[in-house]
């Protein structure tokens, strides 16, 4: 049985097409599903935003189904990064919903809500295939996913191909571009000159650690001494 919040979801659902993430589609939502109002504004504070929050983390625990079902041991790790991704797009059951997501979280006063969702869907990427990172790269692997995944979702609300294909190969562009830049940054560190002039700014970087709690509003924590 669904419990009141994702009754109330699915209820709004059926009103975010045609009215978007607003109060209009929160107060019908709660009506149809039969919710006292005082308990629907308590578990959704916010009214339509807090349930377009909660609709884009479903579409996140779905994805980490998906991943977790899927046999990824034979796979390239860039395609394993790729399945993941189009893994969270498929996960959506409403195209609508997501286009009408994007105009409310394009909003200045709501912009910062999108931009923890997506950095969000990255962190339960990069965890689910195994990132054990705790340093700096923890955050440049989650902020370059994070434009991966957010161009890829924009190219495919306006991709009407066959099967998305069109997305998909969009999607496999991004992810080439980024193992060129991680090819680059390999590099790099192989070259002594380059190394060497980059030595300086590598102490500053390495004093960066991964957030000790999954808690925290901002994908940051305190360095570490040395």
Same mark, same amino acid.
């Not at 993430?21 to 308590?42: I, L, N, Q, T, Y």
């Given at each position: 049985?669904?419990?009141?919040?994702?009754?109330?979801?699915?209820?709004?659902?059926?009103?975010?097409?045609?009215?978007?993430?607003?109060?209009?589609?929160?107060?019908?939502?709660?009506?149809?599903?039969?919710?006292?109002?005082?308990?629907?504004?308590? #578990?959704?504070?916010?009214?339509?935003? &807090?349930?377009?929050?909660?609709?884009?983390?479903?579409?996140?625990?779905?994805? $980490?189904?998906?991943?977790?079902?899927?046999? #990824?041991?034979?796979?390239?790790?860039?395609?394993?990064?790729?399945?993941?991704v %189009?893994?969270?797009?498929?996960?959506?059951d409403?195209r609508?919903?997501?286009?009408?997501?994007? =105009?409310?979280?394009?909003?200045?006063?709501?912009?910062?809500?999108?931009?923890? $969702?997506?950095?969000?869907?990255?962190?339960?990427?990069?965890?689910?295939?195994?990132? =054990?990172? *705790?340093?700096?790269?923890?955050?440049?692997?989650?902020? =370059?996913?994070?434009?991966?995944?957010?161009?890829?979702?924009?190219?495919?609300?306006?991709?009407?191909?066959?099967?998305?294909?069109?997305?998909w &190969?969009?999607?496999?562009? %991004?992810?080439?571009?980024?193992?060129?830049?991680?090819?680059?940054?390999?590099?790099?560190?192989?070259?002594?000159? $380059?190394?060497?002039?980059?030595?300086g700014?590598?102490?500053?970087?390495?004093?960066?650690?991964?957030?000790?709690?999954?808690?925290?509003?901002?994908?940051?924590? =305190?360095?570490?001494? *040395?």
């Amino acid at each position: 049985m669904p419990d009141t919040a994702d009754k109330i979801l699915d209820a709004a659902l059926m009103h975010v097409p045609f009215d978007g993430w607003s109060e209009e589609s929160f107060r019908a939502a709660v009506s149809d599903a039969g919710v006292d109002p005082v308990v629907a504004c308590g #578990l959704f504070p916010r009214g339509a935003v &807090d349930l377009a929050v909660a609709y884009h983390k479903r579409g996140d625990a779905e994805m $980490l189904r998906r991943i977790a079902a899927a046999d #990824l041991d034979d796979m390239r790790f860039r395609d394993k990064v790729a399945f993941a991704v %189009r893994a969270r797009i498929e996960a959506v059951d409403d195209r609508e919903a997501v286009r009408r997501g994007t =105009t409310l979280f394009a909003l200045p006063l709501y912009a910062p809500d999108g931009a923890r $969702l997506i950095w969000g869907t990255a962190d339960a990427i990069w965890t689910a295939l195994g990132d =054990t990172s *705790r340093d700096f790269n923890w955050y440049t692997k989650r902020a =370059t996913l994070s434009g991966v995944y957010s161009s890829t979702v924009l190219y495919w609300l306006g991709d009407d191909s066959l099967g998305a294909e069109a997305t998909w &190969d969009f999607l496999d562009r %991004r992810i080439e571009d980024v193992m060129r830049f991680e090819k680059f940054k390999a590099q790099v560190r192989g070259n002594r000159l $380059l190394s060497g002039l980059m030595a300086g700014p590598g102490r500053v970087l390495d004093r960066v650690k991964a957030p000790s709690s999954r808690d925290e509003d901002l994908p940051g924590g =305190t360095p570490v001494s *040395r």
